[in-house]
C-alpha cells in the first residue's frame, strides 16, 4: 500500500480548512460552533494519521502481535477530545445566553443590537 | 470475505449519506443517520475480523448504545422541541 | 523535602482549591481561600525566583519518569520571572477583589466565581513552569476557558458576545497551536521542550518545521492579541468584571508572550531559525502596527476600560517588537515589560475598579474630577498613566529604553521613530485620563463619593509602591531581564 | 483503502454541512462526521480515541446541540453567504501553508519515522514491565503523562462548573417530586411555567402512548450502567478507562431524563450531588498525586503507594481512573441537566 503517501494528509487537511472556513464565514453561532467542531476533529485525525505503522495493530499488548500502532498522539488526542467537548458545552451555554440576551444567534443581527446600546 | 463485507458497508454508507444530505423530510435524514450509525458498527465489527482483533467489538456496542440515545433525542426535539420536559407537542412550526 | 516539590505544588494547590472551592458553596469562604493559596504560591514563587538566578535552572519529573518520557517541569530564569509576576497580580486581585466582586457578581455566584478564578489562575501559573509542549497546550485551555466564563460573568449583555468571541478567537488560536506542535512532533518525535530545543535548530531547512513555527507563532498571536488578530480583546476587557480585568489584562496575554518566547527561542533556536524564516521581521512589522493601531484606537476612547483595553493591544506591540528585534538589548525589553505591563495595566484597572466601585461609570465624562474625592486613587492613575508612557524615572522607561537602544543596535532607526510616536500617542491618551482626574470640577455626583474601601486601596496602593520602588533602582531588573536574553540567545547557539 | 473512503464520506459530511442550513440537520451531521472519524481511529488503531470521540463526539455533542437548538428556538440559519471570499482566501492561505508543511513530512505509515523512533518505543518495550498495564494508552495516560490528564480532567471540570456559571440558575421546570410523579394521574394538564411544583411533568397522559420506549429504555438503563463499571474496570487491558466508563455512565441518566423528563432524573442525581462528585474526582486524583509527594516519591509517582513499584503503579492507575470517571461522569450530567432542563417555553 505505496500509494496513499501523503494524498492521506492532503484531504486531512482539506478537512480542516472546511472546518476552519465555516467557523470564520458562517454567521450562525450555533453553526460556528459545529465548524470549530470540525476543524478540531480534523486536527484529530492528523494526529492520529501520523501515529499509523503500516502493518501495526491497536497498542494494547497482546500475544501475537509485534508491531504496535504509536500510542502517544492517541493519548494527546484523548486530551485533545476532552478539551473540544468542554469548549463545545460552554460555547453552547454562551450561544443560549446570547440568544436570551439578544433575541437572536445570527452574527451581524448582534452586531447590530450591540451599537444600539452605545 | 470479510473485506467484500467491508466493501459493501462501505457503498451503503455513501447511498445512506447521499440520502440524509438531499433530505428532504427531517424524517429522512433521521433515518439516514440512524442507518448511518448501524453501518458503522457493522464496519468495525468487520474491521475486527480483518485485523484479527475481534475483542474490540466493545467500541461496537458503544457506537450502537449512541446511536440509540442519539435517535431518541433527535427524534424527540424533531417531535417535541425539547429534550429534558415532559413530552408535549412542539409549539413551533414543524420542521 | 518540600522545597524539592515547589515547582509542581505551586500548581497543584490552586487547582486543589477550585474543587475545594465548589464544595464550600460560600463566596466568602472561596474567596479566604483564594486569598491564602494564591498569597502562598507568591511568596513560594518569590524564593523560586531567588533560587533559580543563584542556582541556576531547576527541573522536576513528574511521576518520577525521566523526560522525555515523562512531563517535565522547568524553571528557569524567565519562566519563575514570570511566574512572580502572575503570581503578584493574582494575590493582589484578590486582596482587591471581595467587595468588588461582591457588587458586580450575584452573591449565588460568588462561590462560583472564585472557582473559576483559581482554575484561571492554576491555568496562567502552569504555562511557564512546563516543559512540555502538549501541556502548555492543556494549561492554556484550563485558563483560556475559565476566563471566557468569567468574562461573561459582566453586568452588560455584551460581556456574552465579548466571552463567545474570545472563545471563538482562543480555540481557533489553541487549535492552531496543537497543530503546529503536531508538525513538530512529527518530525522530532519528542514533545519534551529542552528535546526539541536539542533537534529542532538542526533541522531548520526542514519546510515542516518551518510551518510549525508559522503555525504556532498564529496560534499564539490570536492568544496574545496582536494585531490583525485583536478584535476579540477590546470588548472582552471593557465588559468583563473589574476583578476579571484586572487579572486577566495584566497576566493572560504575558503569560502567551511568554509562551511566543519560549517557542522562538528555546525551541527553535531564536536567530538561526530566523536565518532561515524571517519570523523576526514579520514579528517586528505586527508589532509597529500593534502599537500604532492600538494606541490611535485609545485616543478615540470614552470609556476607560475600553481606552486601556486597546491600549494593551499597543503594549503588546512592544513586546513583539522585542521579541522580533532578536538581539539581547531588544530582548531584555521584551522581557522587562512582561512584568512592567503587568503591572502598569493592574494598578491603572484596580484604579478604574475602585471609580466603578464608587462612582458607577467608567466615562470619561462621567467621572470627570475624581481626583478631588478620590486623591489616592488619582495618584496612582497619574504613576501608572506616566509609566505607561515611559517617562524618565518610571518602569516603563526601562523597557523603552532597552527597545530603543535594541532597534539602534540593528541600525533600524525607523524602528525608533515609531517607538517614540507610539510613545507620544500614549502621552495623548494618558493625559485625557489624567486631564479628567485633575482640571474639571466634579460633578455634584462626584463630590460626593468617597475613596474606595480600604482593602481595595490597600492593593493599588502597594502595587503603585512596588513599581515605584523597584523603578527607582532601574538596573536590578533590567540587568535581570539581559542576563535572561542572554541565556535565551546562548540557548540557540 | 478503507481510510481513503472514510476519509472521502468525511469531506462529504463537512462540505454538507457548509451547506445545510437546517440547524437540526447540521447537528446530526456532525455527529455522523464524528462517528466517521471514530470508525477511522479504528481502523487506525486507535481504539481508545475511537472509542472516546464516538461517545463525546456523536453522542454527548449531539444532544448538547440539541438542547442548546431548543433553548435558542432557532430552526434555521439566515442564509449568509456560503462563498465569502475573504474567509475563501484565509483558509486557502492556510491550507496551502500546511500543503507546503507537508511536503517534507515521513511517508504515511512508515515505521522509520521519527515519532516512531524516538520516545515511543520505550513504552511499547517496557511499559508492561513497569506498570503493568497492557494497554500502553492507558499507561501513558494515566502514569508517563499522568500530568497532562490532571489537566483534562481539571479541564471538564471548569466546563461543568462553567455551564453551572452561565445557565445554572436559568428558568428551571419545577422540581418533581418522585413520589408524587410515580401516582400520577393520566391527562393531567402540563405544568404551568414558573409555578413551582403546581403540577407534575413528564407524567402527563401521553405518556401511555410512549410505553415501548419507555419500558424499554428502563430495561435498558440497568446493562448501560453494567457496562460503564465493565468500561471503567477493563480500561487497563482493552479500550476504555476513566473518561469512556465517565460518559457511559452519565449516557444512563440522560437516557432516563430523555425517557421522564429531566426534573425526574434529576430526583435521583441532585444537582448539590453532583456538585460534589464533580469535585471529588479531582480532589482524589490530584490527592493521588499529593500522597506520591507524602510517601517520598515525586508528584503523581505511584511508585511508592506499594511495597512493590509496579502494584503501586496498578494501584495508583486505579484510582486515577476512578476520579476521572467520577468527574466526567458528574459534568457530563450536569452539563446535560442544566441545558435539557431549561424550560424553552419561558423566554420571551
Known amino acids: 500500500m505505496d500509494f496513499p503517501g501523503?494524498?492521506?494528509?492532503?484531504?486531512?487537511?482539506?478537512?480542516?480548512?472546511?472546518?476552519?472556513?465555516?467557523?470564520?464565514?458562517?454567521?450562525?453561532?450555533?453553526?460556528?460552533i459545529f465548524g470549530l467542531n470540525i476543524f478540531q476533529v480534523s486536527v484529530f485525525v492528523f494526529y492520529i494519521s501520523m501515529g499509523k505503522v503500516e502493518g501495526g495493530t491497536a497498542p494494547i499488548l497482546a500475544p501475537g502481535f509485534a508491531t504496535y500502532t504509536n500510542p502517544i498522539p492517541s493519548v494527546l488526542i484523548l486530551t485533545a477530545i476532552v478539551v473540544g467537548v468542554a469548549t463545545m458545552a460552554v460555547g453552547l451555554a454562551l450561544v443560549v445566553r446570547i440568544r436570551d440576551a439578544f433575541g437572536s444567534i445570527e452574527d451581524d443581527e448582534i452586531a447590530k443590537l450591540e451599537g444600539d446600546v452605545t | 470475505m470479510f473485506g467484500f463485507t467491508a466493501l459493501g458497508v462501505l457503498l451503503a454508507m455513501a447511498l445512506v449519506l447521499v440520502r440524509g444530505l438531499a433530505g428532504p423530510t427531517v424524517y429522512d435524514r433521521i433515518l439516514a443517520v440512524n442507518a448511518f450509525g448501524t453501518l458503522t458498527v457493522l464496519l468495525i465489527a468487520v474491521h475486527g475480523f480483518l485485523s484479527g482483533r475481534p475483542d474490540f467489538l466493545d467500541i461496537a456496542l458503544v457506537y450502537t448504545?449512541?446511536?440509540?440515545?442519539?435517535?431518541?433525542?433527535?427524534?424527540?426535539?424533531?417531535?417535541?422541541?425539547?429534550?429534558?420536559?415532559?413530552?408535549?407537542?412542539?409549539?413551533?412550526?414543524d420542521v | 523535602m518540600i522545597s524539592v516539590h515547589q515547582p509542581i505544588l505551586q500548581i497543584v494547590l490552586p487547582l486543589m482549591a477550585a474543587p475545594i472551592c465548589v464544595i464550600l458553596r460560600n463566596a466568602f469562604a472561596g474567596w479566604l481561600l483564594a486569598l491564602l493559596v494564591t498569597g502562598g504560591a507568591f511568596v513560594a514563587s518569590l524564593i523560586l525566583l531567588v533560587h533559580v538566578v543563584n542556582e541556576g535552572p531547576v527541573s522536576y519529573a513528574i511521576g518520577g519518569w525521566p523526560p522525555p518520557w515523562g512531563i517535565e517541569y522547568r524553571v528557569d530564569g524567565l519562566s519563575a520571572f514570570v511566574l512572580v509576576t502572575v503570581a503578584a497580580i493574582g494575590f493582589l486581585s484578590m486582596i482587591f477583589a471581595r467587595r468588588s466582586v461582591e457588587a458586580e457578581v450575584a452573591a449565588d455566584r460568588g462561590y462560583l466565581f472564585y472557582t473559576m478564578y483559581l482554575l484561571c489562575f492554576t491555568g496562567l501559573m502552569g504555562i511557564p513552569v512546563t516543559g512540555d509542549a502538549f501541556n502548555l497546550f492543556v494549561f492554556l485551555e484550563i485558563s483560556s476557558l475559565s476566563s471566557y466564563v468569567l468574562i461573561s460573568l459582566g453586568t452588560d449583555r455584551r460581556a456574552l458576545t465579548a466571552a463567545f468571541r474570545y472563545l471563538i478567537m482562543g480555540t481557533l488560536g489553541a487549535t492552531f497551536y496543537v497543530l503546529g506542535i503536531g508538525l513538530l512532533y512529527m518530525v522530532t518525535g519528542t514533545l519534551n521542550i529542552a528535546d526539541l530545543a536539542a533537534r529542532v535548530p538542526e533541522m531548520t531547512h526542514i519546510r515542516t518545521v518551518q510551518m510549525a513555527l508559522a503555525f504556532l507563532t498564529v496560534g499564539l498571536g490570536l492568544k496574545l492579541a496582536l494585531f490583525p488578530l485583536h478584535l476579540w480583546l477590546p470588548n472582552a476587557y471593557a465588559f468583563a468584571p473589574t476583578v476579571v480585568t484586572v487579572f486577566l489584562a495584566a497576566t493572560a496575554t504575558k503569560v502567551a508572550v511568554y509562551a511566543l518566547i519560549r517557542i522562538a527561542y528555546t525551541m527553535f533556536?531564536?536567530?538561526?531559525?530566523?536565518?532561515?524564516m524571517p519570523i523576526d521581521e514579520v514579528l517586528v512589522g505586527f508589532g509597529l502596527l500593534s502599537m500604532i493601531v492600538g494606541a490611535l484606537a485609545a485616543v478615540w476612547q470614552t470609556n476607560v476600560k475600553r481606552l486601556l483595553a486597546f491600549s494593551s493591544i499597543s503594549q503588546i506591540g512592544y513586546m513583539v517588537l522585542g521579541l522580533g528585534l532578536a538581539d539581547v538589548t531588544g530582548l531584555a525589553g521584551a522581557v522587562v515589560h512582561i512584568f512592567n505591563h503587568a503591572m502598569i495595566k493592574a494598578i491603572l484597572f484596580m484604579a478604574v475598579g475602585c471609580i466603578i466601585f464608587r462612582i458607577g461609570s467608567a466615562d470619561l465624562r462621567d467621572i470627570?474630577?475624581?481626583?478631588?474625592?478620590?486623591?489616592?486613587?488619582?495618584?496612582?492613575?497619574?504613576?501608572?498613566?506616566?509609566?505607561?508612557?515611559?517617562?524618565?524615572?518610571?518602569?516603563?522607561?526601562?523597557?523603552?529604553w532597552l527597545l530603543l537602544q535594541g532597534a539602534l543596535d540593528r541600525n533600524w532607526w525607523w524602528v525608533a521613530v515609531v517607538i517614540v510616536a507610539a510613545s507620544l500617542l500614549a502621552l495623548v491618551y494618558v493625559w485625557r485620563l489624567i486631564a479628567a482626574a485633575y482640571l474639571h470640577p466634579p460633578s455634584e455626583?462626584?463630590?460626593?463619593?468617597?475613596?474606595?474601601?480600604?482593602?481595595?486601596?490597600?492593593?493599588?496602593?502597594?502595587?503603585?509602591?512596588?513599581?515605584?520602588?523597584?523603578?527607582?533602582?532601574?538596573?536590578?531588573?533590567?540587568?535581570?531581564?539581559?542576563?535572561?536574553?542572554?541565556?535565551?540567545?546562548?540557548?540557540g547557539e | 483503502m478503507i481510510n481513503i473512503s472514510l476519509l472521502m464520506i468525511m469531506v462529504a459530511t463537512a462540505l454538507g454541512l457548509v451547506w445545510l442550513r437546517n440547524l437540526l440537520a447540521v447537528v446530526m451531521f456532525s455527529g455522523i462526521f464524528s462517528l466517521t472519524a471514530a470508525s477511522l481511529w479504528v481502523v487506525l488503531g486507535a481504539v481508545d480515541v475511537a472509542f472516546t470521540e464516538a461517545s463525546v463526539g456523536a453522542g454527548i455533542a449531539t444532544v448538547l446541540g440539541l438542547a442548546s437548538l431548543a433553548l435558542t428556538r432557532t430552526e434555521h440559519e439566515k442564509r449568509t453567504r456560503v462563498f465569502h471570499l475573504p474567509a475563501l482566501i484565509v483558509v486557502l492561505v492556510t491550507g496551502a501553508a500546511l500543503i507546503y508543511g507537508t511536503l517534507d513530512m515521513p511517508g504515511w505509515g512508515d515505521p522509520d519515522a521519527p515519532i516512531h523512533t524516538h520516545v515511543a518505543p520505550r513504552y511499547i518495550e517496557d511499559s508492561l514491565a513497569e506498570t503493568g498495564v497492557p494497554n500502553i494508552v492507558t499507561s501513558v495516560l494515566a502514569s508517563y503523562r499522568g500530568f497532562d490528564t490532571l489537566g483534562e480532567t481539571t479541564v471538564i471540570f471548569t466546563a461543568g462548573v462553567g455551564v453551572l456559571v452561565l445557565l445554572g440558575r436559568g428558568r428551571r421546570y419545577p422540581v418533581a417530586n418522585p413520589r408524587v410523579a410515580a401516582g400520577g394521574g393520566p391527562g393531567r394538564a402540563p405544568a404551568a411555567p414558573g409555578s413551582e411544583g403546581a403540577a407534575v411533568p413528564g407524567d402527563s397522559g401521553e405518556m401511555r402512548f410512549k410505553a415501548i420506549l419507555r419500558v424499554g429504555g428502563k430495561l435498558l438503563i440497568p446493562p448501560i450502567l453494567l457496562f460503564a463499571f465493565y468500561t471503567q474496570a477493563h480500561g487497563e487491558l482493552g479500550p476504555g478507562g476513566g473518561f469512556q466508563a465517565g460518559v457511559i455512565f452519565a449516557s444512563a441518566f440522560i437516557l432516563y431524563a430523555l425517557l421522564f423528563g429531566v426534573p425526574m432524573a434529576r430526583a435521583v442525581a441532585p444537582a448539590s450531588v453532583l456538585r460534589g462528585t464533580l469535585a471529588l474526582g479531582v480532589l482524589i486524583y490530584a490527592g493521588v498525586g499529593i500522597a506520591g509527594v507524602l510517601l517520598g516519591g515525586n508528584y503523581l509517582d505511584y511508585s511508592v503507594l506499594a511495597h512493590d513499584p509496579v502494584h503501586g503503579q496498578e494501584l495508583g492507575i486505579i484510582l486515577i481512573e476512578l476520579g476521572v470517571g467520577i468527574t466526567v461522569a458528574s459534568a457530563m450530567m450536569t452539563v446535560f441537566f442544566v441545558f435539557a432542563g431549561q424550560d424553552p417555553q419561558q423566554v420571551d
Not at chain 1, 11 to 32: E, T, W
Not at chain 2, 65 to 93: C, D, M, Y
Open chain 3, 368 to 400: 470627570r474630577g475624581f481626583a478631588k474625592p478620590m486623591p489616592i486613587t488619582a495618584a496612582c492613575v497619574v504613576v501608572g498613566g506616566l509609566s505607561l508612557v515611559g517617562a524618565p524615572l518610571t518602569l516603563g522607561f526601562i523597557t523603552k
Open chain 3, 269 to 276: 533556536g531564536g536567530p538561526t531559525m530566523f536565518a532561515v
Open chain 2, 65 to 93: 448504545l449512541i446511536n440509540f440515545i442519539a435517535l431518541i433525542a433527535v427524534t424527540k426535539f424533531a417531535k417535541f422541541a425539547h429534550l429534558g420536559g415532559p413530552f408535549e407537542q412542539r409549539s413551533w412550526s
Open chain 3, 445 to 491: 455626583r462626584v463630590a460626593a463619593v468617597r475613596e474606595a474601601p480600604a482593602p481595595m486601596l490597600l492593593a493599588l496602593v502597594a502595587l503603585t509602591v512596588a513599581t515605584v520602588v523597584i523603578a527607582i533602582d532601574g538596573s536590578l531588573i533590567g540587568d535581570f531581564a539581559v542576563v535572561t536574553a542572554k541565556q535565551l540567545l546562548g540557548s
Open chain 1, 6 to 32: 501523503l494524498f492521506n494528509y492532503w484531504i486531512v487537511i482539506a478537512l480542516m480548512m472546511i472546518g476552519f472556513y465555516i467557523v470564520i464565514s458562517q454567521g450562525n453561532l450555533v453553526k460556528k
